[in-house]
C-alpha cells in the first residue's frame, strides 16, 4: 500500500499557526477523501478533518473556524492550515485516504510516520 507522507509539524505558542503538508496524494486525490487525524500518547487516532474529490470539507467540532483543510491537484499536496492554535492541539497529525461512507472511514493508504505538533509557551 502506498504511504502518505506527513510535513510541517513543530513547536508553536499558543494562539500561533502552522501548515501541515500530507504528500505521496497522487494516487488518491481525485478518487477518495484526504483525511488528517491525530494521536496524543494513550488515547485512539481521531479524524479531525477531511476533504473529498469534489472539495467538499467536514472538521471536527473543536476545530471549525480554526483548521482548514485544502489540496493542490496540479501538486498532489493536501494541506491542514491551523490558526489560533492551542495546547489541546498538542498531537501527533497524521493523514490518509479513506472512502468515507457517513462516520465511517475505510482506509485506502498504510499510515505514515506523522508529524508533531506541540503548542506551548
Known amino acids: 500500500q502506498v504511504q502518505l507522507v506527513e510535513s510541517g509539524g513543530g513547536l508553536v505558542e499558543p494562539g500561533g499557526s502552522l501548515t501541515l503538508s500530507c504528500a505521496r496524494v497522487e494516487s488518491f486525490i481525485d478518487i477518495y477523501s484526504v483525511v488528517w487525524y491525530r494521536q496524543t500518547p494513550g488515547k485512539q487516532r481521531m479524524v479531525v478533518a477531511h476533504i473529498t474529490p469534489d472539495g467538499d470539507t467536514k472538521y471536527i467540532d473543536s476545530v471549525k473556524g480554526r483548521f482548514t483543510i485544502s489540496k493542490d491537484n496540479a501538486k498532489s499536496m493536501v494541506y491542514l492550515q491551523m490558526n489560533s492554535l492551542k495546547p489541546e492541539d498538542t498531537a501527533v497529525y497524521f493523514c490518509?485516504?479513506?472512502?468515507?461512507?457517513?462516520?465511517?472511514?475505510?482506509?485506502?493508504?498504510?499510515w505514515g510516520q506523522g508529524t508533531q505538533v506541540t503548542v506551548s509557551s
Open positions: 490518509n485516504a479513506a472512502r468515507v461512507v457517513g462516520n465511517t472511514y475505510y482506509l485506502m493508504a498504510s
